[in-house]
């Protein structure tokens, strides 16, 4: 089924959240964003990470619900997501002298699992391994229940957050405790495809993206630690509210190409961003690194777009290619069952 006009205007939306997303985290690693007391860079980090967090789990959700193959969503999220990740922990692990006891977590990516086996330099690809294990979770849940059991998840969201009250963890990366993120972006999927009425979506319509946004700043503030406890829901409701009515100022800014850019790159500078600051880029006193920043932040943009369009499309589509014929295999298996 291809996606109407509205759709893909939603869509757009959609990107400009991915690109504010990763702007959020790169500024929080890369730049003084106030004074140190008022802990800014605090905040935009858990910020950004939420936005992320809740389009991962609205997207994947999406497509869970709109395709019938669990093959075909594992197929593309593995060709998406690992060969950068791998090339990336190559780099990383021998960067940080890591033993060879922290190989396989991290290239099975459980690395944010207690014992944690994550290193300093490759500490930022805990996200990934939050996502995957969500990857291999979702896909055993439909497989073994069937779309219908996606409904649980609005359960285990909740649970995942009364936990977090429970363990007193405002801010944690293991999956467990940081979950709820992912999931919140999970039920605004079930929203936006109506599955439970219409009464949600008209509900975000008409709530105000600006307050949202200023509650989600506070949510993500370290000062404010029981309203970081709301900061998934608060992100999939700033998301959601733009999903179904957003003023068309906001839609331009939202489906601007500069954050269409950024979102496409956006793998690949949480990636890379990382590494950079632990090579002769991010080194020396704070004078001398905040000196070499702008190269920094240059490389990283520069590294990016070549990883992109060079290296992760290609592997995207073999992705794509192999999981068609998995599919043309699998039609022409059912074909020659029922003649």
Known sequence: MRPSADDRTRLAVLDGWRGISILLVLACHLLPLGPKSWQLNDAAGPMGMALFFTLSGFLITRFLLQHASITDFLIRR?????????????????MDGAPWS???????????????????????????????????????LVKLLGRRALHLLALVCIGVTLHRIQAGTPVDIVTWRRGDEILAGALLALVYVGSWGPWPARLLGRANPYLLAALLALCSHPALEALNYLRPYVAAALVGSTLFDPSPALARVLGSRALAYVAAVSFALYVIHHILMYSWLGDGDKLVRYAKRPLLIAATFLLAHLSTFQFEQRWITLGKRLSAALQARRALRLEKATS
Do not use: D, K
């Open 78 to 94: 593995f060709f998406r997501i690992v060969p950068l990740a791998w090339l990336a922990m190559l780099v990383a692990l021998p």
């Open 102 to 140: 922290s190989v396989l977590p991290n290239f099975l990516f459980y690395a944010n699992l207690p014992p944690q086996h994550l290193t300093e330099v490759g500490s930022h690809l805990w996200s990934l391994c939050v996502e995957v294990q969500f990857y291999v979770g979702i896909a055993l």
